[in-house]
């Protein structure tokens, strides 16, 4: 067997390890846009934070591509996929055949239309190693004071916290009435806002740039909505990310707002699959297909898929919202749908000002389909169980929010199934 | 593979095991030292959980799936292909906590030793966890379930 | 108590050195002696709770705790002892009856310790137990008189006899009657688990036969005692054989009270008994004032059990115990079981349990002989109670004339008791005797089941050990032999009672 697996993060890395541990002997071949080893992407924050040296980026160990027998071929951006005759070609016009194709290009950022951004230096996106590294060049030629970042989602502010550590004078500017809006309430934004407040970063509700304004040709300030103006020397725009789907326009391949799959993660096409923040994947709790760029998400797709490339049979049964970040030294989770309010669903949630904590839960017909902890993050990931597991949690709901909430809170039998160890009950 | 159960019919409540394993995996490794002057510094990743008669050691699950597992998104945390057991590596974690908003039976910690997440790792090294072999009551039971199942 | 009178027996010490306050001393103390002050930070134990069990001490990780008799002394008094003066302040105080658990504590003389085994030398050669077979199998129950047998055409012979009932044993150790509702469900639960897996029995006691039980009822010899609780049909056909109890050493001529806050739904259901309700035992069976009385209730029995199952009386080792034993076979009785005056209990008055029996060792030697004497002996086994501690304790018991032992203290022991003697109060800290199920999940019957058998297997390699040594090859070799046995610093009387020879002699 033949695979061709695109890209080198999380998905295609869980579908190298998913193919190999069905077959142990088939060709992998992996292409990548970028030419490092497989790296975390999201340790880019950290990285120009100075908080982890480059050493400490990999994804995955250096023999990866050597102990999983992968042909990686990085540095290599695919432009074009054939599925008829089951072959893709790179930018630098070499031709791969493939039996089982794998197409894990993950997102790109989203720029929006600016007046003045196109060009202009000191701009920049914020999703690869290469962008930090480019930040991190041009704060050390540049003398750099202040900066603006564009975007109150998790890039924008662990951007936002990375610049802080470096020194800088941050602005984040959000459009909505919060930080991290799909997630958040405002509760919520208010803790964070008060800890990046904590560090002297400004935070711009409400607005967004509308002018980025260039002396020679370098950012030098913003016009934000209503017209006020920011003076910066460095612009992060970190507005969000969409799936990078460009190079399959003339594919084929069934494209929605991500490439479509079906619950094997199959595309339109025979033998090719997809993963990851490329893929409009299923969302269980508002049951309808759209892009979920979060990490786990992408692994396990990538997990499953290469599973199921390699001849198993192997479901998808969706994914939710998730994400655990910490800014400014206030950890934070929010999980599901966090946000929702109204019918059908029944809030609870307290607040403990002194402690900065916050604990919400949403529940729609006693059943648990959102959270967000702020500052008390402990045992999170019971409630993502009992959400995942559409547990009835109509007779505990008393005890949700409560300081001892742990699986004793739990029916006896839920918490049995779990401390046997999900999925190796025996 | 070789897991901890948990015999919540038998559990006193004493909590040895988590005061055991915090020593394991303390510096000195000596008990008086580990809860003297490394208190504070050390999570035991085995957490006993208490209400009313109803006592047990939870530690993590070493879950076939772990969701721990995909959720890490520095490496940090990786499956022994040997043996099966879930590890965590602390020098390559940065405490952004995904593994423990995923872990579905709060099994995984914020660790007091550095700004790092905190789990059990069966005490690798040794020939039972440390919480197993002591507990007074034999709550704890270290056992191949699936094996005995086949 | 008034404040100024309650003195503590022990004084708990707590090396500051060792302690890292990981309070594992104040979760396990039901008795709240130690307290964790949240504003100090550190633990603080009240010495004048402590019942000397060691509970806290055994599980406390760094050996921080060590607790010694307290060392408030009187002014020397031989007559006025510590204990008495203390016990005149308590009932001063309260007016009631004092109470004690477990059995004679007093420092009367052992007679055990007053008595040797032989051993070969030379002559009629010593026999290693590990090369050769060495038989410990006992039955008890009633022996023929004679066996008479059968020939067939071609010389083969068979036996003619029909035996009575025996309960076959592999060792001669049996576990004596502790009632369901006195110790705990798993500790009953153990004892009928290792019993089985050593392939001897125990005793349910007057608590009924719970239902969990059942499956390990051929292990099982339940009890009909004053109080009659849990008896039915059922109850006297599931088992091995049934035992009428008309007395215990501990407390002898006196009933049994289990308190209702012990009587929870599965005690009471086992017992037949309304939940909470004191479970009295009367102190004589309102239908037993004679020996034919006694006898209509054991043919009551047999009746019941098709003549079976063997029927044993159980009584307490008093003044007269060797006619009443005699009394009790000639009643029908298949298995006479004595009780000694240190035999355990879970509550007795104090006063009776020190003062009242004679010693199992005179008792059992006076019954054998008064057996024997009236040509009876064969009729019953005898089995003997009241406080084993070892297994030279069983082999000498065996010389002296019993057929087997029953051990109680020594199992509880094995299972984790520390003899505090405050069985009484249900606030047992090792699981044992309680039924508050906070304490009671304390006792892993797994392990407790495996420790028992561990004991039963321990002492029976000795029994062997030393039977080899003797160059004897079959308990029932010993049984009765008195020869094999000396006294040592004995008056002549007490060895004529036993009917041993003085070592020299």
Known sequence: MNYLVIGNSAAAVGAVEGIRSVDAEGKITLLAAEPDHTYSRPLISYLLAGKVGPERLDYRPADFYEKFKVEAKLGQEVVAVDTAAHTVATKAGEKFSYDRLLIATGGRPFVPEIAGLAGARGAFTFTALDDARRIDQYLKESAVKEAVVLGGGMIGLKAAEALLARGLQVTVVELADRLLSTSFDRAASELLEAALERRHAAVCLGGTVEKVIANNGAVSAVSLTGGRELACQ?????????????????????LGRGLVVDDHLRTSAPDVYAAGDVVEGWDFLAETKRPLPILPLACRQGRIAGCNMAGRDESYLGGMPMNAIEICDLPTISVGLANASGEPYEVLAVRNPERRTYRKVVLRENKIVGLILIGDIDRAGIFTGLIENKVDVGPIKHLLLAEEFGLLSLDSEYRKHMVSGPGIEV | MKRIYAREDLCLGCRLCEIHCLVAHSKSRRIISAMTREKGQITPRCKVEESGQVTFALQCRHCEHARCLEACMTGAITRDPATGVVLHNADKCVGCWMCLMSCPVGAIQRGREGHVASKCDLCQGEAAPVCVANCPNEALLFEDREERKK | MRKWLVEPDFILTRDPDRCINCQVCVRQCANDVHVHDEEADLVQSDSEKCVGCHRCAALCPTQAISIEKASLEFRPNGNWTADRIRAVYKQAEGGGILLSGMGNDQTLPVLWDHMVLNASQVTNPSIDPLREPMELVTYLGRKP???????????KVSLATELAPQLRLETPIMFSAMSYGSISYNASFSLARAAQAAGTFANTGEGGLHKDFR??????IVQVASGRFGVDPDYLNVAAAVEIKIGQGAKPGIGGHLPAEKVDAQVSATRMIPERTDALSPAPHHDIYSIEDLRQLIYGIKEATQYTKPVCVKISAVHNVAAIASGAVRAGADIVAIDGFRGGTGAAPTVIRDNVGI????????????????????QASIVAAGSFRSSADVIKAIALGADAVYIGTAALVAMGCHLCQKCYTGK????????????????????????????????????????GGMGINAIESLRGNREHLRGIALSDRDLNILGIKAAGE
């Open chain 3, 215 to 220: 499956p390990y009822a051929k292990n099982l």
């Open chain 3, 428 to 467: 047992c800290n090792w699981g044992i005797a309680t039924q508050d199920p906070m304490l009671t999940k304390r006792l892993n019957a797994d392990v407790a089941t495996r420790r028992l058998s561990n004991l039963l297997r321990g002492w029976s390699l000795e029994i062997k050990e030393m039977l």
């Open chain 3, 359 to 378: 010693p199992i060792e005179l008792a059992l030697a006076a019954v054998d002989a008064r057996l024997r004497d009236e040509g009876i002996r064969h």
């Open chain 3, 145 to 155: 008189d004679r066996l008479e047998l059968n020939r067939d055409a071609n010389g």
């Open chain 1, 234 to 254: 460095l612009l992060v725009v970190a507005i969000g990310v969409v799936p990078n789907v460009e190079f399959l326009k003339s594919s084929g391949l069934k």
